[in-house]
Structures are given as C-alpha cells and as structure tokens.
C-alpha cells in the first residue's frame, strides 16, 4: 500500500522535505526584508532629521566656546570627571578625565541638535581608557540634553553614556552623569 501511495504522488513532483525548504527560504526572507526596510525607514528619517537641523542651525545663533567644568556621576574610573568641551566644525569634541577609584580617560565626538535657543540634545561616540587595576579599553556612545544659561555663561546637562568593553566584552549602561560647565568666549 505504501508503494502504490508513492507511485501516486511522484508524477505531480510533490515532495513535503522540498516544500518545507522552500518555507523556510521564503520566512528568511521576508525577515530580511523587514530588516531591510526598517533600517532603510530610520536611515532615511535620520537623513531628514539632520537636514532639518542644519537649517535650523543656520537660523539660530549657536553660542560657541570652550567649556570647561565636572561630570558627576558614574564615571569609568570614579564618581567625578573633569569635563572639557572643545567646539569642532558645528558639534564638539568632548574629553573626560575620571577621578577617584581609578583613572581614566575619555574621548567623544558629540553632534548638537538645537531644540529652543538655549536648550540642546547631543548624541556622541568615542573611546575610553581606564587605568582603574590594569588597562581596560571599551567603546563609548552618549545621549544627553543640555541647557545654556541666559544670565551666566554655564551649561548644565545630563547624559546617559553606555560602553562595551574590549578587554572584557562587558556592557555598562548604568552610566548616568550631570554636568557643570563654563563657558570660555561665549558669543551669540
């Protein structure tokens, strides 16, 4: 009985193991497409959104100037950071020396988006050294939003700053910090 069942379904060319596959590939598929047109949705919405900010920039008088203050908070290397700011080509570049429970050393690259005159969000990569028991290297992203006093020349902001680190494969994303500037040759 079993021959004769074979014998039925061979000449439609019917074979479950062939459909199966094909299911599969077709499920893959798919996915890769989803994967696809998201990425392409949110590298096109960041294209819009940074084209709108450069117009924007253009409109309002950035203050620009060199900052130097603290980071408080969780640090690589402590609680406490000095915190230079140093104006580069519309954004900044930012530099971090953590204090106390180690030492160490942080490089970013920030990107400013202008919300109201005074009140900005930054986003940022970079690296980290730290010096705390023996070398440890990761890599650094940041996220924050900051605020330019009117009657002073200050900036107060807070940020999140999560790593991976290289030596250990270790993810930190507990690292919060508020930070105290003042601004050197502020101008509007």
């Avoid at 949705?41 to 084209?51: A, G, K, M, S």
């Avoid at 570049?93 to 005159?117: Q, Y």
């Avoid at 986003?123 to 330019?148: H, P, Q, R, S, V």
Wanted: proline content about 3%; hydrophobic content about 45%; some cysteine.
């Amino acid at each position: 009985m079993a021959s004769m069942f074979k014998a039925k379904v061979r000449p439609f060319g019917f074979n479950i193991n062939y459909l199966c596959s094909y299911i599969e590939l077709n499920k893959l598929l798919i996915e890769t497409m989803k994967k696809l047109l998201t990425l392409s949705t949110l590298t096109l919405l960041t294209l819009i959104l940074c084209n709108n900010q450069s117009n924007a920039q253009n409109s309002i008088n950035v203050p620009e100037g060199f900052e130097l203050g603290i980071r408080l908070g969780d640090t690589q290397g402590g609680a406490l950071a000095i915190d230079a700011v140093i104006p580069f080509r519309g954004n900044r570049l930012r530099a971090d020396l953590g204090l106390f429970d180690g030492f160490s050393v942080t490089g970013l690259h920030d990107w400013k988006f202008i919300l109201n005159e005074n009140f900005f969000w930054y986003t940022g990569a970079g690296a980290i050294l730290d010096f705390e028991d023996d070398l440890d290297i990761a890599a650094a992203a940041e996220i924050g939003i900051e605020y330019i006093l009117d009657d002073a020349p200050f900036t107060i902001s807070i940020d999140w700053r999560p790593t991976i680190g290289f030596t250990d494969g270790n993810f930190g994303g507990n690292s919060f910090g508020i930070n105290l500037r003042y601004t050197f040759q502020q101008s509007r």
